[in-house]
Every structure is written in C-alpha cells, then in structure tokens.
C-alpha cells in the first residue's frame, strides 16, 4: 500500500482519529457561535448549515462497508480474441455500483466571501461518534498526492492498468469521510482521472463533500478536451448535493433554498429540502401553513398544506388517489407553485400512476408552475426501474435500435449523461416492447424533456420578483402572463 505523504501545512490534509461523544452537530456549533457573537445570525447561511446537519444526522447510523483492494490482475485489460480485434469492438462499459446506503454528499460553492471555510470547519469538526477518522485536504495537494501514487503504480506494474481503482481502494482506507477545500480542475491532468477517480472513491463508501469557487457547471472552462470532462460534472450534479452559498433573494428579501428543485433520494435531507422550498414559495408571514378545499365537477379536492401561491402534497396525496386532469388544471389556476414529496419509482405495475403522474406534469408545465419534487431514484428512472431498463437495452440490441450517440430529445446534459451511462437513449426506450402505444412512448419522453426545463435556474426564478432578475417590475409582469393563461383555460 502506498502511503500518504506528511504534508503539515495549513493547506495540506489532515486524516485524523475522530470522537464526538457530545452529538454537537453543526447546528448546534452554529447557534453556539451566534449567541457569542462569533457570526452573525443569517437566514441564508442558516439554510446551508440545515444541510450540513442533514448530512450530519445521516452520518449517525452510517456504517461504511469495509474497502476491498482489487488485484492487480483485474485491472489488467482482458485479453481480446483475433476478432474482437479485427473489428475493435470495446469492450463493455464496467458500471460501478455505489453502496446503497451511502449517504449523499456535498458541493458548496460561492464567491469569496461566502464563509466556505467556516462551513466546512463546522461540519468536519462535529462529525458524529460513529465516523471514526476523517480526512481534510485542500484539492490542489490532494490531486497532486494523486498523480504521485498512480505514477508510482505504473511504475511498477506497466502502464497498461486501471491503477486508479487501486489508488482509491487505499485513499479510501484511510477515512470514510473526505471534505476538500476549494475543488477546482486546471490541469488536462486531472481532468481526464477526475471523474473515474471520484466514482471510485464513492464505490468504496467515501462520503464527499467539498468546497469550490464555482459552481460545478464552470469547472475546467475553456480546458483541453473539455468534452471529456463533462461526465466529470455531471457526476458531481447527481451524486452530491449541490448548495449555492452566494445568497440571492427575492422582493420579499426571503433567501432562495441553495439546492436545485429536485431531490433524491428519500433521505433525511429530502424533508428539510420540501420544507425550504415551500417557505420560499409560499408566503409563510402572511398566510400561515393551511388545509384547503377546491371543488371540481361538484368534488372535493383536499388540499392537505397551502401558503399563498404554494401547495404540498405527497405524491399518494395527489396521484395515489382518483385525480385527473380536470383536477391538476383547477389546482394550477388556483396555484402557482407545488412541492410534492415522496415520489416513489413506478415500473410497469404501476403504469395507472405514472400516466397519472404525467398528466400532472403537464399541467404544471402549461401553466408555467413551479414543481419541486422529492423522488425515491434520479428523475429518469421514474417510470422504470433499473431491471426494466436492461431488458429494454436487451430488446433495442436484437432490434439495432441501440447506437453509440443518439439525440435525447430535450434532456439536460446531467439526465442525457446518466443514460449514456447505461446505453440508454430516448429513442430506444421509446421502440422498446415496455410501452403500449406511441401515445405512450410520447408521453413518457415528453415528461422527462418537461421535467428537464422545469429544473432549470430560468424556469425556479421567472416571476418571483429576484433582484437580479428586476425585482418586483419582473413580477408584475410575469403575474399578467399567468393571468392571461387562467383566461385562456377556463
């Protein structure tokens, strides 16, 4: 095993042995150095401190499982036959499995200033009991560490190894917890190991959180080959929580929740998350959390929490029950926004739900609504679980509807490189035996391009009077568009 090198400098790592006996977690170091007068207390800044607590809480029943090495002998490529070589076929994509119980991490990133550093002090120095040793490592020394070990691997035994799955199998060892500090990618070096180097350290059970400068999007801008970089962050999007800590508020002067509309999976974090985005919707102060009724065609629709112009529901609330259009339409004239909670994944049992679930989508979606979700699996497993994928590949290889690059249609680039990962595109699933008709394979492509654009920074803010965006001029405005849409469907 190679070990890590003693780097104690201020912005070297640190992997240390670890007690919490107290359960002292970051909210509870926060409020502690607000009533001393420390920090000064900040709704925003609360907000990104509730997720590091929700982190926190996850990590308390968080057994990481133990770090197998891999032999040096399985990361030699396999030996081609005569004709696999004759026509260069690939070998298959190798997909890596994450623990199933591995809690999601985080990527905080916000201008100078934003308190980056103090975020992280509080969550690494009040991990709970159970995280026994933990690392801290400012990203340029980490990656440099990196490029040593797997330099020192070839070394030894050839350049023809994944000697990255090696290397993490022993950077994992070294602690279940890695936060680094202010992520960055400048070097074509790192940015071709970055991604595969990552998803390694998760396999393992690495729990990640980091720092950065910027927001996943704008990492290795302008780079060399940056194309190769893309799954790199498209991999941070959907594997760790992405918070903006720059605070952006609206006429109201009520901060902005700094994760993105969609969350999965159903963790402790996705309730905190329901709960701020539905403080930022609704209008809390003035319109305190409360049931309603609507009546459509003579019944009675419950709604079970509004506030102003948002409504919550849990999706058995709002799909489980017998609801159609004429519902989903009257509750997007009366409401301008909808969190719905506990989003389960639907297979073809449940096929009633997701056409459903898809019609409501529509409505929102023609009425320009906000949706918040939180979902059991990422949004493009919605209507079909992992093993009704793989036979949909079966049946689009024996129909040659299975190709290297296909166009998805409307899905962001974080949805379209989750289903290159599988060899999925839209266009097979939508050939595939699994779906009734072509309504069917319609509707179920057209959800996935809808819910893409509903989670857009464009779509969340259009109407809701940000700053940045013309406060309350931009409001107005965007209010006599809906109005004009309310007309249009009576």
């Known amino acids: 095993m190679i070990g890590w090198p003693d780097l104690p400098t201020a912005r070297g790592y640190a992997t240390v042995q670890h007690s919490n006996p107290d359960m002292w977690g970051p909210l509870d170091e926060y409020d502690e150095r607000v009533h001393s007068r420390r920090l000064r207390d900040d709704d925003h800044q609360r907000m990104i401190v509730q997720s590091l607590q929700d982190l926190h809480d996850m990590l308390k029943d968080y057994n990481a499982p133990k770090v197998v090495h891999p032999t040096i002998e399985s990361l030699k490529p396999p030996p081609r036959s005569f004709i696999s070589s004759l026509f260069h076929r690939k070998p298959p994509k190798r997909r ?39 690392t801290r490592i400012h990203f340029h020394n980490f990656m440099q560490d990196v490029h040593k070990r797997l330099h020192a691997m070839k070394m030894e035994h050839g ?32 940015a071709m190991i970055l991604r595969s180097l990552l998803e390694a350290l998760m396999s393992h059970g690495v729990v990640l959180v980091t720092t950065s400068n910027r927001q996943p999007s704008d990492l290795y801008k302008n780079g060399i080959q940056r194309d190769s970089f893309i799954p790199c962050i498209n991999l941070l999007k959907t594997s760790l929580r992405v918070l903006n800590l720059d605070s952006t508020t609206d006429y109201r002067k009520i901060p902005r929740p700094p994760s993105g509309v969609y ?4 963790d402790k974090a996705a309730v905190s998350h329901a709960n701020k985005w539905f403080r930022f919707l609704g209008d809390l102060e003035r319109d305190p959390p409360h049931q309603a009724t609507l009546q459509v065609w003579g019944r009675d629709i419950v709604v079970p929490k509004a506030s102003g112009d948002a409504v919550m529901f849990t999706f058995n609330d709002l799909i489980g029950k017998a609801t159609g259009a004429a519902d989903y339409i009257e509750l997007c004239r009366t409401y301008h926004a909808f969190v719905i909670t506990d989003v389960p994944g639907m297979t073809h049992r449940e096929r009633d739900l997701a056409r459903r679930f898809i019609t409501f989508i529509d409505a929102v979606y023609e009425s320009r609504a906000k949706l918040v979700l939180t979902t059991a699996v990422p949004l ?31 899905v962001d680039d974080v949805m379209r490189q989750m289903m290159d990962d599988l060899g999925m595109s839209m266009s097979m699933l939508k050939n595939s035996s699994m779906f009734s008709g072509d309504e069917e394979r319609f509707a179920f492509s057209r959800a996935l391009s809808r819910l893409s654009e509903m989670g857009s920074q ?12 013309g406060g309350l001029d931009e409001r107005d405005s965007w209010q006599k ?4 849409w309310r007309e249009d469907s009576m």
């Not at 969350?263 to 159903?266: I, T, V």
Request: charged content about 30%; glycine content about 8%; aromatic content about 8%.
């Open 159 to 190: 350049t023809d190894l994944d000697a990255i799955q090696y290397v993490a199998a022993d950077i994992a060892e070294q602690g279940s917890v890695l936060c680094f500090d202010e992520f960055q990618c400048t070097d074509v070096a790192d």
């Open 481 to 484: 568009v809906r109005s004009r």
């Open 263 to 266: 969350h999965h999976p159903l």
């Open 380 to 410: 493009f497993q919605l209507f079909m679980s992992h093993e009704e994928i793989d036979n949909a590949l079966e049946d689009g290889r024996k129909k040659g509807t299975v190709k290297e690059a296909e166009d998805h249609e409307g």
């Open 458 to 469: 464009e779509w969340v803010e259009r109407g809701l009077g940000m700053e940045h965006r």
């Open 96 to 134: 890596t499995q994450l623990p199933p119980n591995l809690p999601k991490g985080l990527y905080m990133f916000g201008d100078v200033g934003s308190g980056k550093t103090m975020l992280m002090d509080l969550f690494y120095e009040t991990l709970p009991h159970n995280i026994t040793s933990k």
